[in-house]
């Protein structure tokens, strides 16, 4: 069996010219047999790709080495993981507005952000009860793991952060301005645009931790570490642990809920059906859709096959 490569990468730096990067990286990814999803704006480059281990050179090396042969992408960074199973099936490089959502106009991460923190030093920074600790991702990703004493916004998507910290007494008027505020998500972007964010607004003292989650959970021994639970993660694997190890969670195919071993027992899961989450919000129709949905699933891996209708990666 096949080992597989994910690579999981991200770099804010001007690209005006984005869309006119979208055909080669198109072809370089078919030609190496690259899947995935890769997001191009003005803002810079993001996204996770994976192939078939096969050394340097080939697969998602080789479309690292095409973006990396743009001065602009030379110092661009990514994580290695890997799996026994294709984390994706289909390849998608996409224009887009923003890399990453938020939807503040003006704000530019290019020209402004918060003081990275090494993983290493994270521990010490997010202890000072005068820090807040803000996880800047969604509710469903901080459901299944979150660092010790972390503040949860409680949002459903990246664009609801700005009116969340809003509303926050703590972060209101001259004197919120000079809280020291430490953000950090999976795998950096989100907690670097969430930095730029305070940043443009006033704020002085604000840190993210350096290449998120992951980077901590690879780097931090878990005897040493503040982390609590699994990191959810956009592919295949669906949660990760320390070293990245693959976690015990399942993505419900209805609502893309991580599920836990004790969820998958509830009377109210079904297979690509439903979960304990969204049980009481489908229709029957829209279950008996589902159920046959599923059904083609299983008809396709009884026949080795994946099952062309069936789209497991993150738009």
Sequence with gaps: MPRYVTAALYLFTDLPDHANLR????????????????????????????????????????????????????????????????????????????????????????????????????????????????DTRNDYEVAIGTFQGAVNPGIRTFTELPDWLDQQPRLQGEAGRKTRVAMFCTGGIRCEKSTALLKMRGF?????????????????????????????????????????????HELCRSCRWPLTPADRTSPLFTRGV???????????????????RQRQVELAEARGQVHVGFRPDVD
């Excluded at 224009?95 to 290493?120: F, H, M």
Aim: aromatic share 6%; net charge negative.
């Design 23 to 134: 055909e080669g990286l198109v072809q370089v990814c078919e030609r190496h047999d690259v899947r995935g999803t890769l997001l191009l704006a003005t803002e810079g480059i993001n996204g996770t790709i994976a192939s078939a281990d096969e050394g340097p050179g080939r697969g998602v090396h080789a479309v690292l080495d095409h973006l990396r042969s743009d001065p602009r992408l030379a110092r661009l960074q990514c994580k290695f993981s890997f799996s026994d199973r294709p984390p994706f099936h289909r390849m998608k490089v996409r224009l887009k507005k923003e890399i990453v959502t938020l939807r503040v106009p003006g704000l530019d991460p290019n020209r402004t952000v918060g003081t990275y923190v090494k993983p290493a030093d994270w521990n010490e920074l997010i202890s000072d009860p005068s820090v807040l600790v803000i």
């Design 204 to 248: 002085e003292d604000v840190y993210h931790l350096e290449g998120g989650i992951l980077k901590y959970l690879e780097e931090v021994p878990s005897d040493e570490s503040r982390w609590k639970g699994e990191c959810f993660v956009f592919d295949e694997r669906v949660s990760v642990g320390h070293g990245l190890t693959q976690g015990p």
């Design 274 to 292: 439903s979960c304990p989450q969204c049980h009481d919000k489908r229709s029957p129709e829209e279950k008996a859709q589902l159920a046959e």
